[in-house]
C-alpha cells in the first residue's frame, strides 16, 4: 500500500537568498522517481492542512536519496527552511508523470525558469545526444556548475542582467539562434507560453512542466487543472496537473488563461 | 468486549452500512485513487464525486485555496457525466464490500431527476442530492438555500430514483432547521450536512482573489464548530437519518457528531492531508467505544 | 517614503480615525487591561464591551470552548450596564488620543434606545449597534437575521441617537446583503461585519455540550474567510463604510479586508492570544505599505 | 509594559502517571509571584489558541524561577510535556489574586485535591504557625515529601486506598476529627463545595481556589465567571476567576451550578 512517509532529512541549506536545497533519505520513493516528477511534502503547521508540491531535483537510486530545490514562498516553504539535518519530514511521492524522454532526439533544447529550474538537473542527467540548456532568472542563477558538470552546454539571462545575458530567456534563444529537435521546459507559465509559441513556429515539439494550487496531488479533488486539447479531440478538456501533467506536450496546452 | 464483537452497523434510507464511516463526496473521487492507500472494504460506504447529466467542464484555475485550519474550493463539479461514470466507476466499487452513495449535481429539477432516473438502472445503494454546492451559480445552491425549492426537487427526485435519496443541505442559511424539515416533508430518506461554506482568500501580492471564481466553498477542521451545531440543531428538529460531515479528521470528531446525533460520519478534507484518515476516523471510534464500554452506537446517539 | 510619512486616516460617519485598526467588541474590555500592554494612543479607535440599559448577569459557566484555530464564546454580554459605563470607563479611555466606540445590546428595539439615549450625553464617538449576537435569546440575534427588524431597530435608534451609528451584522444568514442594504435604508452612517458564527464543541467525555449554554459563538482565524467573503459582499453592495473584522491577527489579513473593501479592520480573538496583537497588525500594514508604495489606503481599498 | 515573555525550561519531567513538573527561568514573574496565583502557558500548536493556565506550584525569587505542575489533561499540556529542557515557552503571569495569607491564625488546615495540590505547596511554604495538610487523590499521591519538608503534618486520602485512607479527603478530615482556625483549599469542584459546607457548619473560615474555562486571563474576556456574593450585597453576582479569583472566600461562592 502507498502510504506518507516519514523521512529523515539529510541536508537543508540555503544556496542563494531565499532558495534552498534539501536532500532527504527516501527510501522507496528514489528507487520509482522519474525526472519531472514531484513530491508532497506536508507541513507540521497545524494551520497549514495542504501538501506542498515540489519537484525532484535529484535522484540517487543507489542510496536511496533525493534532492528538492525550493523557494520560500510562503508559510510553508519557510517552515521547510527551518528543518534541521536529522529532523524527519512527511513526504509522499513520486506523483505526476515527469518528462517522456525521446531517445531518437538528438539535439536537447533544456530551457528553465526560476524555481522551473530544478526538476531540469535530473531530465539532463538522463538525456542522450546534445544538450543545451537555457536558464532566465531575475537575477541570481542556481545549479549552472551542476549542468555543466553534466557536460550541457549552460545559457544564462538574468532580468536585470547581473549575470550575462540582460533580458528574457527566449530573447536568449532567439539571439542565439538556438536549434534544436525537442524542447523540455518548465518554469513560469508566461514563460512557457511565449517559447511554446516559439517552438511551434520554429515546429520544434515541446514537452513544459506546469504548475497549479493543488490539494491533494493525487487526482481526486480535480482542484489542480489546465486546460488542454490533444490532437484527436474536438473539444479541450481540463486535466489534472498533478496526474495527468504535471509534464504536457506544449501543443497541447490551451494557453488563454 | 473486544474491537471485533462491537456492533458499527447503521442503517439509512433502508441500507444497512457495516459501519458509521463514509467519505465526503469530492474528496475522494469513486475511491480508485485511495485504494492504493486503504482497503475500501473497511468503509461503511464510498460517497462518489457529484455527477451531472452531461460532462461538466468545472471552474477555471486556480480552485484551490489554503487558509487557517481548512481549504477553499472552486472546483464547480466538474464531471465525465453520469453514463461515463455509470461505466466506469460502478463495476470498479462493486468489487468492494462496501455501499456506494452517488451524490448528484444538476442546474435544474429536470437535470436532477435525469441523473437519478440513470442512476435507477445501475448497481449503487443510495442517491446523495446535491442542492448546496456554493460554486456553481445557475443550481445546487439555489435549491439549497430555498425552503420550498429544497422541497420540490427533493419531491420529483425521490418519483425520479428507484433508490433511497439522502439530500445534502448547505450551511449559508439563516435557519438549517427550516430547510432540513421541508426537504423531509419533500420525502427524503436521509439528510447529509454539511456542505462547504462559502468563503474567500485574498493574495494581497497580486491585488486579487486566489481563486479565479472569486469565492469557494470552505471545509477543514476549521469549520467544525458550525458543522457540529447544524448536525445537533436538525438531529432535534427531524428525525431521519443524518450523515454528518465538516472538519472531520479524528475519532473523537466522529464521536461528537454521533453524540449530537448523527447516525453517519464522513471524513473530507482531512483525506488530502491524510489519505488513511477514514482509517483513524473508524479505529477512533472503536477505541472511544471500548474505553466507555459502549457496544453499539445507538447508545450514544443524539443523546447530547 | 517612510512610515511616518503614510496616511494612514479613515473617516466613519464624519469621525477621522487616526489609523484604520480598532477592536472587535468584547475581545478588549474597555481597554484598561490592555494599557498595560500596549499604547492606547496607538489605535484608530477603542471597540469596548456591549453594554445594555440596566446591568446584564450574561449565561452560565462554561463560556469559553476551543476549537481547532478558533474559540466558541457564551458570554452573553454580561455588563455592569450603561451608567455604570459612563461613570467608569469613559472618564478612563478620554485619556488617550483613541476614539472611543460603544457596543451596544439590548433585547427590545425600546431598551436598544434606551441605551443610545442616555449615551448622547456621554463623551464617546460613535455608537456600534449590536444586532448579532448569537448568545441572548430575547434579542440581538433576531434582529440581526431579518431584514425588516434590522431597519426597524436601526431607524429607531438613529432617532434616539446624537452619535453616528454602525449597525453590526450577523454571519449566520443567508444574504448577508440583504441585511445590509436593510441597515443601509434605516439610515445606518456605518456597518460592521461580522459578529460571531453559531458553533457548538461537545465533550466526548462528558458527553455534553463544552459551553453550558450548548452553542456558542465562534471566532478567530479559522472563520476568516467567511468574514471575509461577507466584507466583500456587502462592500459590492452598499457604499458605506465598513469596518472588517472575524479572524484578524496579521497586517496581512488586515490588508486582506481592506483590499475586500473594508474602510477599518478590527482585533478580536487575536487580543487572547497575543496582547499586542493590535500594535503587529497596525505595523503590518504600515509594511505593506511601504513595500507596495502605497501612500493612502485609498488606493488599494476595494480594488479587489 | 508587560508582555508575554519566551522564558527557557529548565526541568520537565514526568512525576506521576499524566503529571509532570516543569520549572522556568521567569526572571520578573517569579519576583512578583504570590501562592495561589497562577499563569498563562501559550501552545506552539497553531490549532491552540487559547493560553492554558497552571498554578504556580513554588516559587524561587533568589534565582528568578518559579515551578509548575500539571496533569495531562488534553492536547495543549500533552504538546508541553514534550517540551525538552532549554527550550523556551511563552508565559504571562503572574495572574490572579492569590491566597490571602492571614497570619493571625494559628492552626492552619490546607486541603488539596487531585492536581489542586501544586499551589497549596508554595502557600504552605509561606505560613506561619502549625500546619495540617489533607490531601485526596484518586491513586497516585503527589508532593507529599515536600510537604513534609516544610513541617507539614501531611493526611492523604485516595480513592481506590492505594496509599493510606481509603475514601476522600472530607471523610478523612472527618474521621480525624481536624481542628483549626482557617482552612486554605484547592481542588475539583464537588470537593471544594463539600469542605466549604462541612467548614461552615463548624464555623472555620475558608479559601478556596477555583478553575473555569478561561480565554484571556487577564480579566478582559468575561469567560471565566463563578457565581458569588459577598456580606454585603443583595444580589449575587458573575465575578472573573482569573481577576477576581482564583481565590475567593468559599462563603462568598455560590455552589449551585
Ligand atoms: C508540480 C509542482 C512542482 C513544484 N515544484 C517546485 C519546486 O521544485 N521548487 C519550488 O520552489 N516550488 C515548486 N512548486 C511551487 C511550490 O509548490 C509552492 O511555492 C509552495 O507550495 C508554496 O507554499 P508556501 O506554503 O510557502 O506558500 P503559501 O502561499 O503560504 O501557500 C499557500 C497555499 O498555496 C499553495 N501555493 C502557493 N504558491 C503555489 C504555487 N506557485 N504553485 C502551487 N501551489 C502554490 C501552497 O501549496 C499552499 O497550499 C511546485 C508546484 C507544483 C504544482
Ligand atoms: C486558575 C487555574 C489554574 C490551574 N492550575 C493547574 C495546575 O496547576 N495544574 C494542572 O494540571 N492544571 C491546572 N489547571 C487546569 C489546566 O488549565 C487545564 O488542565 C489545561 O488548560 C488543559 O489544557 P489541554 O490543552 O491539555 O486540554 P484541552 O481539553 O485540549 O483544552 C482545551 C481548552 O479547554 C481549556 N480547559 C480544559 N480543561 C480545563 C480546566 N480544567 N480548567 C480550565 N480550562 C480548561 C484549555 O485551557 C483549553 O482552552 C488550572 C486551571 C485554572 C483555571
Ligand atoms: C475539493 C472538494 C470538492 C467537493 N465536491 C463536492 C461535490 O461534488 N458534491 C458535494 O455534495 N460536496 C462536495 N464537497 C463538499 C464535501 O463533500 C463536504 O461537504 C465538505 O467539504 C465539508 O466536509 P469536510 O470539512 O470534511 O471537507 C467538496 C469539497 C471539497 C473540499
Ligand atoms: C469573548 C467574546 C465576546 C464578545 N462580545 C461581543 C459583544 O459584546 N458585542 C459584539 O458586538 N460582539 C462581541 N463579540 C464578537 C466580536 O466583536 C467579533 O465580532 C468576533 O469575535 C469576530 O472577530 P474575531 O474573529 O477577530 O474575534 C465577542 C467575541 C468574543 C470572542
Ligand atoms: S491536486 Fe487534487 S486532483 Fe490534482
Ligand atoms: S479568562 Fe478572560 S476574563 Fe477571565
Chains 1, 4 share one sequence.
Not at chain 1, 492542512?49 to 542510496?63: A, T
Not at chain 1, 528553465?112 to 535530473?122: A, D, K, N, S
Not at chain 2, 467542464?57 to 457525466?81: D, F, H
Request: hydrophobic share 40%.
Amino acid at each position: 500500500m502507498k502510504e506518507i512517509k516519514h523521512v529523515t532529512v539529510l541536508e537543508n541549506q540555503m544556496i542563494a537568498p531565499y532558495m534552498y536545497s534539501m536532500t532527504l533519505q527516501a527510501d522507496g520513493i528514489a528507487e520509482l522517481a522519474k525526472p519531472g516528477q514531484f513530491v508532497n511534502l506536508y507541513c507540521k503547521g497545524e494551520a497549514r492542512l495542504l501538501p506542498r508540491p515540489i519537484s525532484i531535483c535529484e535522484i540517487n537510486k543507489e542510496e536511496g536519496t533525493i534532492n528538492l530545490i525550493y523557494a520560500v514562498a510562503g508559510k510553508g516553504t519557510e517552515e521547510f527552511s527551518h528543518i534541521e539535518e536529522g529532523e524527519t519530514i512527511e513526504i509522499l511521492g513520486p506523483l505526476g508523470n515527469g518528462f517522456m524522454i525521446d531517445e531518437s532526439k538528438r539535439r536537447n533544447i533544456v530551457v528553465g525558469g526560476g524555481v522551473g529550474t530544478p526538476p531540469l538537473l535530473e531530465l539532463v542527467k538522463q538525456l542522450k545526444g546534445e544538450v543545451d540548456v537555457y536558464l532566465g532568472f531575475r537575477s541570481y542563477p542556481i545549479l549552472v556548475e551542476e549542468f555543466e558538470r553534466l557536460g550541457a552546454r549552460v545559457h544564462i539571462a538574468t532580468e536585470d542582467g547581473s549575470v550575462d545575458f540582460k533580458g528574457n530567456v527566449l530573447e536568449l534563444m532567439k539571439k542565439e539562434n538556438v536549434k534544436g529537435d525537442i524542447i523540455y521546459s518548465c518554469g513560469p507559465k508566461p514563460m512557457l507560453r511565449a517559447i511554446s509559441q516559439w517552438a511551434a513556429s520554429q515546429n520544434i515539439p515541446m514537452q513544459v512542466s506546469l504548475e497549479e494550487r493543488m490539494a491533494c496531488g493525487i487526482g481526486v479533488c480535480v482542484g489542480c487543472v489546465c486546460k488542454t486539447r490533444k490532437k484527436d479531440e474536438g473539444d479541450w478538456q481540463h486535466r489534472k496537473v498533478c496526474k495527468d501533467g504535471p509534464v504536457f506536450w506544449s501543443d497541447e496546452v490551451i494557453w488563454d488563461e | 468486549m473486544n474491537k471485533e464483537s462491537l456492533d458499527l452497523k447503521v442503517e439509512i434510507g433502508g441500507v444497512v452500512l457495516k459501519n458509521p464511516v463514509t467519505v465526503a463526496s469530492g474528496t475522494f473521487g469513486s475511491g480508485r485513487e485511495f485504494a492504493e492507500f486503504i482497503d475500501l472494504n473497511q468503509l461503511g460506504a464510498v460517497t462518489v464525486k457529484g455527477v451531472s447529466s452531461v460532462p461538466w467542464k468545472g471552474n477555471p484555475s486556480p480552485r484551490i485555496a489554503e487558509t487557517y485550519g481548512g481549504m477553499l474550493n472552486s472546483v464547480g463539479l466538474q464531471n465525465p457525466g453520469v453514463e461515463e461514470f455509470i461505466k466506469n466507476d460502478i463495476p470498479f466499487l462493486r468489487e468492494f464490500d462496501t455501499k456506494i452513495i452517488v451524490n448528484i449535481a444538476g442546474k435544474t429539477i429536470e437535470e436532477y431527476c435525469d441523473v437519478a432516473e440513470k442512476l435507477s438502472h445501475a448497481d449503487i445503494d443510495l442517491i446523495e442530492l446535491n442542492i448546496s454546492c456554493p460554486n456553481v451559480k445557475e443550481g445546487g445552491v439555489a435549491f439549497g438555500t430555498d425552503a420550498k425549492m429544497a422541497k420540490e426537487v427533493t419531491k420529483e427526485v425521490k418519483r425520479h430514483s428507484k433508490h433511497p435519496v439522502i439530500v445534502k443541505l448547505s450551511p449559508n442559511v439563516t435557519d438549517i432547521t427550516e430547510i432540513a424539515k421541508a426537504v423531509v416533508e419533500g420525502g427524503a430518506d436521509g439528510l447529509s450536512l454539511i456542505n462547504t461554506l462559502l468563503g474567500m482568500a485574498i493574495d494581497i501580492h497580486k491585488k486579487r482573489p486566489i481563486l479565479a471564481n472569486t469565492v469557494g466553498g470552505f471545509s477543514g477542521p476549521a469549520i467544525k464548530p458550525v458543522a457540529l451545531r447544524m448536525v445537533y440543531q436538525v438531529a432535534k428538529a427531524v428525525s431521519l437519518p443524518i450523515i454528518g460531515m465538516g472538519g472531520i479528521s479524528t475519532g473523537e470528531d466522529a464521536v461528537e457528531f454521533i453524540l449530537a446525533g448523527a447516525t453517519a460520519v464522513a471524513v473530507g478534507t482531512a483525506n488530502f492531508r491524510n489519505p488513511r484518515a477514514t482509517m483513524d476516523v473508524l479505529n477512533g471510534i472503536k477505541e472511544y467505544m471500548m474505553t466507555y464500554g459502549i457496544k453499539s452506537l445507538d447508545e450514544i446517539r443524539g443523546i447530547v
